[in-house]
């Protein structure tokens, strides 16, 4: 009996081994009280956990959003009363009377001379974070081609916004407890604490345009260095997360990083709670999870923050909601690898890869900063210089994106860099259907010399052109060194040629516009659609010939029809309201292209009397 006894002992030490059932003992938000002390914990420097003292003044809650709440509280200790709440301290967990009440979330305004916090309970961070993880919608964006610099910041912009302050003013909070008049007022100057975004391996001046989207979402962008993966447990497991350490979420990592820092609050089983505040709120994610090194506290009189670094990757974070993030540990999520290949005419060639996170706002954008990125770190950022640029983006189930263009002037990084993220920004943000980025492979040929030219004047081999005759037509251009130079582009006149018609020779820019004219009412939204409009693209580095005659016609979904008798024409026409008819006014009878080495601006245009043989 009693063997048997030890026996059963012995297969529940074994069950509780294999499956651990501590858990930590929570408080809820009607137990709170003002006057309590609690306990903070978090790291101020390297990986080691501090705590600190907090003393809590009130319980708030904004009648606008009646279920969330913020506990106000004092926070003392470490450094603190030199640098007030530190960016990066988000999700710092509080106990009182060893049971957690919540996370260190929000702070009071700026220039604050006391370390006033917003704590967010943790019974909201764990209730929003539940949700079933779905896929993220979209709202179509419409790009035009080529896509600029300013138009992709813009998008970005509007995607990454992010919730205003817990209350506009303090006559829109509510008092559960505490003080009214003093707790209302600090509720009303209260933020989300700011997220150092640690950027390693980037050059400042390619982040700087967008620092004021990022500081405008919450974000404090810090230059960091990139960490060798480490804090590895016995037999090589990587250490696991507690609450209090210093935890990461990566957008990009490889040659190049960039992500968020910040704090876990609470960990149960392989599940991780952190920050008490959205990142950027997108709701469903697969973004990295990474243990984080802080290196120091920088105090600040306006806003004090943590200078951190990004460890292994230790798990994925798969929800972004208004009152925390949340993950799992384990696996990282799948990254699309990317490859970047610069060929100087200075120097040797280099190689950089790196992998970033599958989304349709951050894919396109962290491709842009990474094109620029290596152009502005290895090439000058001040001067002429030209940039031809190569390559794929392969697309699951669809063809590949292929990249082909010359890009050349002052500072030319910003259109290369934009060429690449424009298709991708418009194809993953297309709401028919998901698409799949598997990956990026780019050459860049770069020179410290302008290469391109201006079109001056075109003629043709003959005075008296001919239907149905071969032709030349010449093209004098002036190279930014104020050479001339002379293309020949030969040409089929076509055999039903008759009466006057226009020869218009042009650059991208031109050719592509009068493309759009005479494409109204396309349907853009399937991404083979879209695909095959971008690798179509009108190319900077060719010469476009395009012969018109003045002949009535319409476009109708798209497709021209030119030529039309007067009898037909009339019926289309009278279709126009619907939105997917447009007016025709010329036809194309013939179009040529000349592929260069340097990038062509202008256009020129002749009148051409045709004469039958």
Do not use: C
Request: glycine share 10%; aromatic share 6%; proline share 7%.
């Amino acid at each position: 009996m009693q063997s048997r006894t030890l026996a059963l002992v012995a297969l529940m030490l074994g069950v509780l081994v294999a499956f651990p059932v501590a858990q930590t003992a929570t408080m809820a938000l009607d137990e709170v009280r003002p006057g309590m002390v609690g306990t903070g914990r978090t790291v101020f420097s390297g990986t080691t956990l501090e705590d600190f003292q907090v003393h809590i003044l009130g319980v708030l809650r904004n009648v606008i959003a009646p279920k969330r709440s913020l506990i106000l509280a004092r926070l003392e200790g470490g450094p603190l009363a030199k640098t007030g709440v530190i960016a990066g301290m988000s999700g710092s967990p509080v106990y009182v009377n060893g049971r957690l009440i919540g996370a260190v979330s929000y702070s009071l305004g700026q220039f604050s001379t006391e370390a006033i916090a917003g704590i967010t309970p943790i019974a909201e961070m764990v209730d929003a974070t539940v949700m079933p993880s779905a896929q993220r919608g979209s709202q179509p964006v419409s790009i035009t081609w080529p896509a600029s610099s300013r138009q992709l910041l813009e998008i970005w912009a509007r995607d990454l916004g992010r919730p205003p302050g817990f209350v506009a003013d303090a006559s829109q909070a509510m008092v559960l407890s505490g003080v009214a008049s003093e707790v209302g007022r600090l509720g009303a100057m209260l933020r989300p604490i700011a997220v150092p975004m640690v950027a390693a391996g980037f050059n400042a001046s390619v982040l700087d345009p967008f620092a004021p989207a990022f500081a405008a979402a919450g974000f404090v962008p810090m230059s960091s260095a990139a960490q060798a993966p480490g804090g590895t447990g016995s037999g090589g497991t990587p250490a696991r997360l507690a609450p209090g350490d210093a935890v990461g979420v990566t957008l990009l990592t490889g040659d190049f990083e960039l992500g968020a820092t910040g704090t876990v609050t609470h960990v149960d089983g392989d599940r991780v709670y952190a920050f008490g505040h959205p990142l950027y709120n997108l709701g469903p994610t697969e973004f990295p999870m990474t243990r984080a090194e802080v290196q120091v506290v920088l105090p600040s009189l306006m806003s004090s923050s943590k200078l951190a670094s990004f460890g292994e990757i230790v798990g994925t974070v798969q929800q972004d909601r208004a009152t925390a993030i949340a993950g799992r540990l384990g696996p990282g999520p799948s990254l699309i690898p990317v490859s970047i290949t610069l060929n100087s005419d200075r120097g040797p060639s280099r190689s950089f890869n790196f992998g970033v996170v599958r989304d349709f706002t951050f894919t396109p954008l962290l491709t842009y900063l990474s094109v620029a990125n290596v152009l502005t770190s290895y090439e000058r950022g001040a001067g002429p210089a030209s940039f031809a640029i190569r390559g794929t983006a392969s697309i699951r189930a669809q063809s590949d994106i292929t990249f082909e263009d010359m890009f050349s002037g002052e500072q030319p990084a910003g259109g290369a860099a934009a060429y690449v993220a424009g298709p991708l920004t418009a194809l993953l943000k297309n709401a028919a259907e998901a698409v799949n980025v598997e990956r990026i492979d780019l050459v860049i040929d770069a020179s410290e010399q302008e290469r391109s030219a201006r079109i001056e004047r075109v003629w043709l081999d003959t005075t008296r052109p001919r239907a149905g005759r071969d032709a030349v037509v010449f093209v004098a251009m002036r190279d930014a060194r104020g050479r001339e130079v002379i293309k020949q582009v030969p040409v089929q006149l076509p055999a039903n040629a008759t009466g006057v018609l226009q020869l218009v020779v042009a650059d991208a820019a031109r050719t592509t516009a009068d493309d759009r004219r005479d494409t109204r009412g396309a349907d853009q939204q399937r991404a083979a659609q879209m695909i095959r409009t971008f690798n179509r693209a009108r190319k900077n580095n060719r010469l476009y010939v395009r012969l018109t005659s003045p002949d009535p016609g319409a476009v109708v979904n798209g497709e021209p029809m030119t030529s039309l008798p007067p009898s037909v024409l009339a019926v289309i026409e009278a279709d126009r309201n619907s939105g997917i008819v447009g007016a025709l006014r010329t036809t194309t009878r013939g179009e040529w292209e000349l592929p260069l080495d340097f990038a062509v601006t202008g256009s020129r245009q002749l009148t051409l009397n045709f004469e039958q043989p």
